[in-house]
């Protein structure tokens, strides 16, 4: 069944320009696909024709009438008092307004018992159930949780949340709403690595179908099954997740240059020999011209393919200064806290040349903050950072900012690097900033441009020890590419805070996990880190259930009479439970694909077997 269709759509803003030129595409019930194409190409403008915010000028879309469709990226205006909690129980309006009605009911029950009123009751009951009424409460605890809305944030007033904080509200929202198509513009945008990892898992099981937006690469190998390319206006297909499109796409690249070169051949081949054909003609043979103008009418054809183009890559190259020494940069036993808040404490590091390392961790865990510490941006509580002497360490900060927004990209080179006018033109050009735009005041320039701007400046310097603070944030695919050309053939020390795992896997050759106010190192990639993760979590638990079964045993229980029907009667609820969680688990598989439905289950399952385990302690005391 097809959910979305979108036929010669045709989107432009300005006269003579389409930034939709033709686009033709069908989205089939229960697919992912990535919506991919550099800044600018028109993916924005297509999530918002689709939910009817623009208006386009040619073209047929047909959205399935059945289905209800959501985009992320757009925030609802909400009464100025509503808190967020208030933002989230809008998501299950539906069911406190059918709850409200039993209540009505149930009061009239009272005083009548018609038929009819018991009718409706029954109806509305039935309604109540099977649209979840009763797990309300634990699907929004539990979606709240996994994008990382602590109780804190419920309580506060929605107005008074961050941009980043209410588009993840808001992505709780739609997922409450159980929409059936989601449009995803970038929603990992303000989610650490753990809610993204949530989400990840959400969207692999959810049983609808989801259009995503996203320079997360990682994110979109996980959860795409299918890519759509949006290039010069029109959609090019590819039939897997981003690797496979990368793949595909330069393929398909070399396939074309191949055709081209090969026509170009021709082309010269065939003109040749028009030329000479012509040349016979004229020195007799008249039917010669006929054979040499079908030629040309072939060339004509052949010449009418343009070349490929490849994406440009930045010609760029870090200015490293050689390190000596042993120590690059020590911590011992650091401490911070801002008021009663303590991020870290008795943190004690060492870092040596040429080690890669990624400091990863919770939003609010400190990160930055740490980062700040290093570069004497803020003082530790307790403890020193020492850095070593022939250490020269550049720094890219998450939020970039010049001494003069006003000034152009060549005259903040000019003032802050202290460069001829050639040389900072060469550079800018470098980093892709070429002929007019070099003229653009900083101020006006996008996140990301400003990142690249400040990386310019920074290659110029000698460094051995370059810090950066999540430095693909507000970057796009093509930029990020750019970004990871550079830093391959930088060769000296990198420590760097990031959430974009596909980086991180990328760089990183020791990781720096914080949680809980100290830093775990671990020595190895992101992959391996991750194997480890899972390891640790599984060694935990199984010390929490030895434990726990520790403490059961040292608990010294009054011994209870034996008593035969006692003992028959916890038997037939322990055999009860059993049937019951096999019969759990047997829907668990049938409903395998539908992801609420198996929280639902899990949750009762889990109830059924803390009931099991009290039954089989309360046997035991019998049976003894």
Not at 262 to 288: P, R, V
Not at 353 to 368: F, P, V
Not at 431 to 454: C, H, M, Q, W
Request: aromatic residues 10%.
């Amino acid at each position: 069944m097809i959910d979305i269709s979108v036929s010669s759509l045709v989107k432009s803003y300005e006269l003579g320009k389409n930034v939709l030129d033709g686009l033709s595409f069908t989205i089939n019930s229960g697919e992912r696909v990535g919506i991919l194409g550099h800044n600018g190409c028109g993916k924005t403008t297509l999530f918002k024709i689709l939910v009817g915010e623009l208006d386009y000028d040619e073209g047929d879309i047909m959205i399935a009438p059945s289905k209800r469709l959501g985009l992320i990226s757009q925030i609802p205006v909400y009464p100025e008092d509503w808190t967020t909690e208030d933002v989230l129980k809008d998501a299950h309006r539906h069911l406190y307004k059918i709850s409200e009605k039993l209540d009505n009911i149930t009061a009239q029950l009272e005083f009548d018992q018609s038929p009819s009123l018991l009718k409706d009751y029954d109806k509305l009951s039935e309604d109540f159930r099977r649209l979840g009424g009763y797990e309300m409460d634990v699907n929004r605890n539990r979606v709240a949780n996994g994008l990382m809305i602590d109780e804190n944030m419920r309580q506060q007033l929605f107005s008074s949340l961050s941009g980043g904080e209410k588009t993840r509200v808001n992505l709780a929202r739609l997922i409450l709403e159980d929409t059936d198509i989601l449009l995803l513009d970038e929603p990992t945008n303000h989610l650490d690595l753990k809610a993204t990892e949530w989400l990840e898992d959400y969207l692999v099981h959810f049983k609808g179908t989801v259009l995503t937006i996203s320079h997360d690469r990682y994110f979109l190998d996980t959860v795409v099954q299918r890519s759509i390319e949006i290039s010069d206006g029109q959609a090019e297909f590819y039939s897997g997740n981003y690797s496979f499109y990368v793949q595909e796409r330069q393929q398909r690249f070399e396939e074309k240059l191949r055709k081209y070169e090969k026509d170009q051949a021709k082309i010269a081949q065939l003109t040749k020999a028009a030329e000479q054909m012509h040349l016979w003609a004229f020195m007799g043979n008249d039917k010669l011209h006929k054979r040499a103008f079908s030629m040309e009418k072939r060339i004509e054809k052949l010449g009418s393919s343009e070349k490929p183009h490849e994406e440009k890559k930045l010609n760029i190259k870090f200015k490293q200064r050689e390190f000596s020494g042993d120590e690059v940069l020590v911590a011992d036993s650091i401490s911070k806290s801002f008021g009663d808040k303590k991020l870290f404490s008795d943190l004690s590091l060492m870092v040596t040349g040429g080690e890669r390392i990624a400091l990863i961790g919770d939003n609010g865990a400190g990160k930055s903050t740490f980062i700040k510490l290093i570069m004497n941006e803020e003082t530790p509580d307790t403890g020193y950072l020492y850095q070593g002497p022939s250490v020269r360490s550049a720094y890219l900060p998450q939020i970039v900012r010049f001494t003069d927004e006003s000034r152009s990209c060549l005259d903040t080179m000019l003032y802050d690097c202290k460069c001829t006018p050639q040389d900072a033109r060469d550079r800018l050009a470098a980093f892709g900033f070429r002929g007019e735009d070099v003229l653009t005041p900083v101020g006006s320039l996008s996140g990301g441009e400003k990142s690249r701007l400040r990386l310019c400046m920074l290659m110029g310097n000698d460094i051995n020890f370059l810090i950066l603070d999540e430095p693909t944030n507000h970057l796009d695919i093509a930029s990020r590419e750019w970004m990871e050309d550079a830093l391959s053939d930088f060769t000296e020390t990198l420590l760097f805070v990031s959430h974009d795992r596909y980086f991180i896997d990328k760089f990183a050759q020791r990781i720096w996990y914080l949680c809980d106010g100290k830093i775990r190192d671990f020595r190895g990639g992101y992959k391996d880190f991750l194997e480890w993760k899972e390891r640790q979590a599984v060694f935990e638990k199984n010390q929490k259930n030895e434990q726990k079964k520790a403490e059961v045993k040292k608990e010294k229980k009054p011994k209870a009479p034996r008593s035969d029907k006692q003992l028959a009667k916890v038997e037939r609820e322990i055999e009860k439970l059993e049937e019951q969680i096999a019969d759990l688990e047997q829907q668990a598989q049938q409903y395998a694909s539908d992801y609420q439905k198996l929280m639902e289950i899990e949750t009762q399952k889990e109830e059924l077997d803390e009931r099991l385990t009290e039954l089989y302690e309360r046997w035991e005391e019998l049976s003894s």
